[in-house]
């Protein structure tokens, strides 16, 4: 089952149908669905899809130089092997050009671990022969920081080669929606919420049971659970000093979100070391670092607060690494009944709000805000927050929200303390036009139905967010 993808999907096959070579750099973390993205890509197309390994540079050459043998010749040349790398990337510009071929290197990345030289070769062969001919070469990888310094990075040697790139994010939530249709909004929702948009996560969880029975046999069981070290299989592969970033980030999911609150609680060091740390993780996509809306220099705001952007690692920090030795023992029934079941509502509250600020960047896109925001986010003061802000400070124009992840239909009194806040950040930042909007779980009281059409509140429930077309 291959699911949306449909804006990467159009940007490979535009280039794909362009005039020229195309060197197409794609990237983004493991088990995003990079792969399976241009697996889709080329099924109807003639291609060649090499997947580096770890194992040794001549392993490498000699895999990748049966793969060009085999589409050259009508028979492969058992233990052929291409002299070098620069034979073997010289070799790709004999391929049949009509139909356009696509030669796809995935996990680059390992191919620069083992051979260094590489970018430089590569970038050599493709300035004297590849850049003239009909060519698509794809360069796939998951070790985002590599991938933006040696193969995007202004020092790299393939710098100003590419001719399109693009960073695969997670799915959305109502694009992961779609992986269980057997679901209700809410259940898909809280489905999102624990593992995220991570297509090889999502495929995990079965619809055909509870979400709750998904957790206990999918993430808590130390045996046979699938996710239970996913985690710390991704981490270990890929830093140096797991242990530290495992304090980190379990600091972070415990409600530590400042800089010297995470510093205090993981123990790794001084701000400084913390702020290396935490730098790695953002560049891994792993961690995100917010600040209010209204934050003209956010890199330098001193307001900001860090929260771990996967949620399938906030819930295993959460849940599952607090409570390794318990679940190592074989007690996943304890751990889900009374760590996992009584908090997941407040766990799911902060994926609400994130989902209440996609979507409220959609309404942006679409036209259906009646202003042009500057920005879109949270806002937090020392006298109030807002769940959901979006501003134009130019034209003293706002839209503020608030996220209720309540069992409970939301009534007035919900709107009157948005009202009491958006005061407060009317008179700190000159808002002169403000309009509300209420994001509720359970829906609505009939009270605040008549307030939303006497007085044009926007009101969201879950399946608004779950299905905004």
């Not at 043998?69 to 052929?80: K, R, S, T, W």
């Not at 990888?141 to 693009?166: C, F």
């Not at 304090?247 to 060091?269: D, H, K, Y």
């Amino acid at each position: 089952m291959f699911i949306d993808r449909k804006t990467e999907l159009g940007l490979l096959n535009q280039r794909y149908q362009s005039a020229q070579a195309q060197l197409f750099v794609l990237y983004g973390r493991r088990r995003v669905g990079k792969t399976e993205l241009l697996r889709a890509f080329c099924t109807d197309k003639p291609h060649l899809f090499f997947i580096a390994t770890l194992s040794s540079d001549a392993e490498q050459l000699a895999t990748f130089s049966q793969q060009i043998y085999g589409l050259l010749h009508a028979e492969v040349l058992p233990g052929f092997t291409y002299p070098s790398w620069e034979a073997a990337f010289r070799a790709l510009a004999d391929l049949p050009m009509q139909p356009r071929p696509i030669v796809v290197l995935d996990e680059f990345t390992y191919l620069i671990s083992g051979n260094k030289a590489v970018p430089s070769i590569l970038q050599k062969v493709w300035d004297e022969k590849l850049k003239d001919t009909q060519l698509m070469l794809v360069l796939c990888g998951s070790y985002i920081g590599i991938m933006e310094t040696e193969v995007l990075g202004y020092q790299a040697p393939l710098y100003g080669r590419r001719t399109a790139s693009a960073l695969l994010r997670p799915l959305d939530l109502p694009s992961a929606a779609l992986f269980y249709p057997h679901y209700s909004a809410e259940d898909q929702f809280t489905a999102w919420a624990v593992v995220g948009g991570m297509p090889f996560y999502l495929r995990i969880f079965q619809d055909s049971q509870s979400i709750f029975a998904n957790i206990r046999q999918h993430i808590l069981d130390a045996q046979t659970g699938t996710l239970f070290n996913e985690p710390r299989l991704l981490l270990m592969e890929e830093l140096r000093e797991p242990r530290n970033y495992f304090s980190i980030l379990r600091a972070i999911a415990q409600g530590r979100t400042r800089l010297n609150e995470i510093t205090q609680a993981a123990g790794v060091g001084d701000v400084n070391t913390t702020a290396r740390y935490l730098d790695i993780l953002q560049q891994m996509r792993l961690v995100t670092r917010r600040v209010p809306a209204t934050e003209p220099q956010p890199e330098k705001s001193k307001k900001g607060l860090y929260q771990i952007e996967d949620h399938f690692l906030r819930f295993w920090f959460r849940y599952v690494h607090p409570n390794q030795s318990s679940l190592d023992l074989g007690l996943a029934d304890a751990v889900l009944t009374q760590r996992v079941q009584p908090d997941l509502d407040h766990f799911a509250a902060a994926a609400f709000e994130e989902a209440a600020v996609t979507l409220t960047g959609r309404l942006a896109q679409a036209g259906q805000l009646d202003f042009l925001p500057e920005r879109i986010g949270g806002w937090w003061h020392r006298k109030a927050e807002m769940d959901v802000l979006a501003v134009n400070l130019t034209e003293k124009t706002a839209l503020v929200g608030e996220c209720k992840w309540s069992i409970h239909p939301v009534g007035t009194r919900v709107l009157d303390e948005l009202k009491q806040k958006a005061q407060i950040f009317q008179q700190e930042h000159g808002i002169e036009n403000i309009q509300y909007a209420v994001f509720a779980r359970r829906g609505f009281t009939p009270e605040l139905e008549e307030a939303s059409q006497a007085e044009g509140v926007r009101l969201f429930t879950v399946e608004s967010l779950v299905n905004p077309g």
